[in-house]
C-alpha cells in the first residue's frame, strides 16, 4: 500500500483539486493522509467532505499550527503504507511524477529525492538566498545536503522505521532525510503553478528553518567563532606588544577614531559569537524540554491505533 502524506494549511480551494489529481494517477492501493496544521479557512471542512465519501482518505487535524516540519512527523507516525510519498498540497509539486518515483523504489533504491529545476514564481531574492543558504549549511554541516532539495519524496518502510527513531524537536527532515544514509537518487521535476492561495513560506518561516539546520546538523559555527576569537585575541596582544614599544619610543599618537574602531570590531564580533552560543543553548532548551512535537485536535478515518 502507498501512503501518501500531504501537510495543509490554509488549502482549502486546494484540497478536493489535490485529491483528483492523485486519484487519477494513483491505480494500486493508497491513502492520502491530509495534515490540517492548524488552518483558519475551511480546509479541515473540505478534508472532511471528501472523507466522509471515501475512507483512503484521512486527516488528522492538529490543535494549532505547529508548522511544516512537525506536520511531515505527524503523518509519518500514522502512515500504514510500505511506501511512503511526502508533498506539498498547493500542487507545485506534479502528481504525475509519482509512478516514475515508486518505480524507482521498485528497483531497489530506498528515497527517490527531488530537485527543483526551474521555479518561475520564486523571486530573484529568494532563489538568491536560498542558494546562499545551501552552500552555507554544507560549509558548517558535517552532513551534506543537497540545494534546491524538496520536500516531494518517495521512501520505503524501512526509512519510516529509521525516520521514526529520531526524538528531536528542533526538527529538519530535509538534513535527517541525508544524515541516515540508505540507497537513494535524486530526479529532477519543474516547478508547477501554485494552483490556488499563496505560499506560507514568507521571509520569516525560512530564517527559522535556517536557523533549525544550522544548529542541528554541526558545531563548526561554535569551532569557527573560537577560531576567528582565538585569532583576534592574538592580533590584539601583538598590537599591544607594539604599542607599548612605541610608547616607551615616545611615538605614540592619541587617536579616538582607531580606538572606537577596535572597540566595535570586538563587540560585534563578540555578539556574533554569543548570538551563535544562544542559538545552541534555545535549541538544548527545548530539546530539554520534552514537549510533545504536535497535538491531534481531531481524526478523520484514523484513530490511534494507526499510530507507531
Not at 518561516?205 to 569551532?223: C, H, I, V
Request: aromatic share 12%.
Amino acid at each position: 500500500m502507498l501512503s501518501i502524506i500531504i501537510p495543509v494549511y490554509n488549502e482549502a480551494k486546494n484540497i478536493s483539486v489535490m485529491a483528483d489529481a492523485l486519484k487519477s494517477i494513483v491505480h494500486h492501493p493508497f491513502e492520502i493522509i491530509f495534515v490540517d496544521d492548524g488552518s483558519t479557512d475551511e480546509t479541515l471542512q473540505q478534508v472532511r467532505l471528501l472523507a466522509n465519501d471515501n475512507d483512503n482518505i484521512k486527516c488528522i487535524s492538529l490543535s494549532r499550527n505547529f508548522g511544516h516540519q512537525n506536520a511531515l512527523m505527524a503523518g509519518m507516525e500514522f502512515a500504514r503504507g510500505n511506501e511512503i510519498i511526502t508533498m506539498d498540497g498547493d500542487m507545485q509539486h506534479p502528481p504525475s511524477l509519482i509512478p516514475e518515483m515508486l518505480k524507482l523504489l521498485h528497483e531497489g533504491y530506498d528515497i527517490v529525492f527531488t530537485r527543483r529545476r526551474n521555479n518561475e514564481n520564486q523571486s530573484g531574492f529568494k532563489k538568491a538566498t536560498a542558494n546562499l543558504f545551501y552552500r552555507f549549511l554544507n560549509v558548517i554541516s558535517d552532513t551534506k545536503i543537497e540545494p534546491n532539495v524538496a520536500d516531494f519524496k518517495a521512501f520505503n518502510h524501512k526509512v519510516l522505521s529509521a525516520i521514526l527513531r529520531f526524538k528531536e524537536r528542533e526538527l529538519f527532515i530535509r538534513g535527517i532525510f541525508s544524515w541516515i544514509g540508505f540507497k537513494s537518487i535524486t530526479i529532477g521535476f519543474d516547478v508547477q503553478p501554485r494552483h490556488s492561495g499563496k505560499t506560507k513560506y514568507n521571509f520569516g518561516s525560512m530564517m527559522r528553518l535556517a536557523l533549525k539546520g544550522t544548529t542541528s546538523f554541526g558545531f563548526k559555527p561554535l569551532r569557527l567563532a573560537l577560531m576567528i576569537g582565538s585569532l583576534i585575541s592574538l592580533l590584539a596582544f601583538g598590537f599591544a606588544f607594539f604599542a607599548l614599544i612605541q610608547y616607551y619610543n615616545g611615538n605614540t599618537v592619541p587617536g579616538w577614531a582607531s580606538l572606537i574602531i577596535a572597540v566595535m570590531f570586538l563587540g560585534g564580533v563578540q555578539l556574533l559569537a554569543i548570538g551563535l552560543l544562544g542559538e545552541y543553548i534555545a535549541s538544548l532548551f527545548i530539546e530539554v524540554k520534552k514537549r510533545p512535537l504536535y497535538l491531534v485536535k481531531d481524526l478523520l478515518n484514523l484513530d490511534d491505533e494507526n499510530r507507531k
